[in-house]
Each structure stands twice: as C-alpha cells, then as structure tokens.
C-alpha cells in the first residue's frame, strides 16, 4: 500500500504507531512538505511498519525541518532497517526507480479511512 500524505502541515506521526507488526502493508509513505521536526519521533513511529520500504522527506525542494539535521539519511536508513528508498535514493545513495504515487479509483476510500485510524492532525 502507498500512502501520500505530503504537503499537510504534519507535525505528529505518532498515529503509525497502530500500523506496526506484520498485518499491515504499508509499503510507500510520502511525507514531503510537512513540519516533521525530530529524527527520534519519526523513528520510534515508523519502526515498526516492518513492510516499510520507501519513505519521502523531501522532495521538489519541499522538506521536512528534519532534514537539515546534520546526516538525518544515515539516521533514518539506521534506525529504519527494511527502507530501500529515502527521498528517492537507494541505500547507496544512487537514484531508485520508484512507484507512480497516484491512487485511483476506491483506494482513495483506503487512504482515507487509513488517515481517520491514525488520527493524524493535519494543519495545526
């Protein structure tokens, strides 16, 4: 499952704390845009989202206060083992090819009902 939740003014992910362990299948998170402010914050909520493999901080120049922290790539990349794809590099910093991040059709029932589960404030 791909979810984009760029461009909201996200302050808090802690909502993806009920998405850790294996019966969910969040796969692509895009968070570009946002107010994420602390690497330890981002961290402990995505963890444990074990099919994680690619997650977007910054991109088309929209980022994150959390990526001008000195290194945040390796920090993220370490304390989020199953990533592939930080801000459209792989692991060794090389461009990934990734997934078209559209949803159509009923997944937009999905990604709405997902964001509802977890809660998260948007533009506060």
């Known amino acids: 499952m791909r979810l984009d939740l ?21 796969r692509n998170l895009y968070l570009h845009g946002n107010q994420l402010t602390s690497l330890d914050h981002l961290i402990s ?16 120049g929209e980022a994150n206060p959390v990526c001008e922290i000195s290194a945040y790539q390796s920090s993220v990349l370490t304390g989020l083992k199953t990533l ?10 090389k461009p990934a090819a990734t ?12 990604v709405f009902h997902l964001v509802y589960i977890l809660k998260i404030t948007l533009f506060t």
């Open 45 to 60: 909520c995505l963890v444990g989202c074990r099919m994680l493999k690619e997650l977007t901080l910054s991109l088309y």
């Open 6 to 26: 760029s461009y909201n003014a996200i302050h808090s992910i802690t909502g993806f704390k009920k998405l850790h362990g294996p019966a969910f299948n969040l």
């Open 84 to 93: 592939e794809v930080l801000d459209g590099l792989d692991r060794r910093g």
């Open 99 to 110: 997934r078209d991040n559209v949803f159509i059709g009923t997944k937009f029932l999905v």
